[in-house]
């Protein structure tokens, strides 16, 4: 059974503690993003990787890192730096730019 | 850089009526076009996917058009059903590898 996972669906942390979402997809694909949603609003590129070791930032990177050291893995760490760190957080992957299937995302609450 | 508009931002209409979203963007230089429905609180779903050289895409009751020159691309439901009530978004892909450009959506309800 092929796809993308997100863990956990939701999150809640106090401001000032740096949190990891998890996104694992197991469809063989070289890219994976992150996204952030807010609400009435589409989605905004965090960070992306095209291969393993390697990845860049995307429109909204500050307060944001992530990895790649495996495949099938790419972590996204919202550091206490983000200030505005409460959204809905999106994982996709896609092979080399084609069709892009997400996760079912996480829901992050910092009070 | 990219900008994708979706309008409306919502719509209502009766079960069984045929419709269309908009999508327009402003730079005709895409690799492709993809439509995706959203449901409250979960990931996106992939429903069509339009290659820059296609003009247009079907599955099922939806069809997807792309005009690259005027940068506009159309979603048609047809013989809409109550299921069909979610957030519909499209994504372009520029030749910016790997970067994709998001219009904020069209929440459609269809009412039985």
């Known amino acids: 059974d092929g796809g993308i996972t997100q863990s956990p669906k939701y999150l809640f942390r106090k401001e000032g503690q740096n949190v990891t979402l998890s996104c694992e997809q197991n469809?063989?694909?070289?890219?994976m993003y992150w996204y952030r949603q807010d609400p009435g609003q589409g989605l905004r590129l965090i960070y992306y990787?095209?291969?393993?070791?390697?990845?860049q930032k995307g429109d909204i990177a500050e307060g944001y890192s992530v990895s790649r050291e495996k495949k099938e893995s790419f972590p996204l760490t919202v550091t206490s730096a983000q200030k505005n760190p409460t959204a809905f957080y999106l994982c996709?992957?896609?092979?080399?730019?084609?069709?892009?299937?997400f996760g079912p995302g996480t829901r992050l609450t910092v009070t | 850089k990219q900008e994708v508009t979706q309008i409306p931002a919502a719509l209502s209409v009766p079960e069984g009526e045929n419709l269309v979203l908009n999508c327009s963007f402003t730079?005709?230089?895409?690799?492709?076009l993809q439509w995706f429905r959203q449901d409250p609180g979960k990931g996106l779903t992939s429903l069509l996917l339009?290659?820059?050289?296609?003009r247009e895409q079907t599955s099922g009751r939806l069809n997807a058009s792309l005009d690259k020159s005027s940068g506009r691309s159309t979603l048609y439901i047809a013989a809409s059903q109550p299921g069909d009530s979610a957030t519909y978004l499209c994504?372009?892909?520029?030749?910016?590898?790997?970067?994709?450009?998001f219009g904020s959506g069209t929440k459609l309800n269809v009412k039985p």
């Open positions: 996709a992957s896609s092979m080399s730019g084609d069709e892009q299937y």
């Open positions: 469809l063989n694909h070289d890219a």
């Open positions: 990787s095209q291969i393993v070791n390697d990845f």
């Open positions: 730079d005709s230089a895409i690799y492709n």
């Open positions: 339009i290659q820059s050289s296609q």
């Open positions: 994504a372009v892909r520029g030749y910016n590898f790997n970067k994709f450009y």
